[in-house]
Structures are given as C-alpha cells and as structure tokens.
C-alpha cells in the first residue's frame, strides 16, 4: 500500500531501475523528509549514499564476479542488484520486512535472480559467514 515511484540508474553501458518511496537528492530533500511526522520508513526511501554505492560497484565490473557480497541495510536494494548483475552472489538483509519486499521487487524488475534476502539487525548478527564484501549504505 505503499505509493512507489520509479529510479532509473545507467552506468557503463547498463540500466538498472529501482523502486522507491521517496528519493533524497538534495539536502532540502532530506530536511522536509525528517520534518514529516507520518513518513515512509527510511528503508524504501531511496537516499544518494545507495545511488552512490551502486556506481562505485557498477565500476567494479568484473572484479565482482563470482563474490559474494552482503548488503546491510539493503533498503531498495539498488547496490546488491548492481554487485548481482554484475556476477556476485548477493544476500540483501534489513530489518523492516517492508523493504525486503521492496529488494524482491526490485530485483525482479531488473532480471536478476538469485539474491538472497533476509529479515536481520546487524546490531544482534548471528550470521558466522564469511563474505568477499560487506556494503552498506545510509547505515
């Protein structure tokens, strides 16, 4: 039920396109989205440390293939679905179930399958994997 609005990001020759509730471009942005006293959680709003996040990864290229990579936070999911496209192996995780479903759309509008996607607070972690990566952003 919650109103989503569309991001398209295009880097090296690739597309990616993200669901949102609201994107935090400008400082103003974020001061009006903090001023709110009924908003969206901070985990589907779409904010320039994820946008950010993602070209760093897109410009990884090949040097992410075949790794895997944890996202905290994964919020839209923007930079996993980038590191997944890009050939890693990707467990997005937040702690708001609302987000998560936000990634699963996410991903799946973007053609990229395989990412995992679990319910988690990195403040009590009790995964023992090791991963190649760790990401996050805004966290």
Do not use: K
């Amino acid at each position: 039920d919650v109103p989503l609005q569309e991001y398209r990001l295009a880097l090296g020759g690739r597309a990616w396109s993200v669901l949102h509730g609201e994107a935090m471009l400008t400082m103003e942005d974020e001061q009006r989205y903090l001023s709110l006293a009924e908003r969206l959680p901070f985990g589907v709003v779409l904010w320039p440390a994820a946008i950010a996040l993602a070209h760093d990864l897109a410009a990884r290229g090949d040097a992410l293939r075949g790794t895997s990579v944890l996202e905290l936070g994964a919020g839209t999911g923007l930079p996993g679905i980038v590191a997944a496209s890009l050939g890693a192996r990707v467990v997005q995780t937040d702690r708001v179930e609302l987000a998560l479903d936000v990634c699963r759309r996410n991903a799946a509008r973007n053609g990229v399958a395989g990412i995992a996607h679990r319910l988690a607070d990195w403040r009590a972690w009790d995964d023992a994997t090791r991963y190649d990566w760790i990401v996050g952003a805004d966290v």
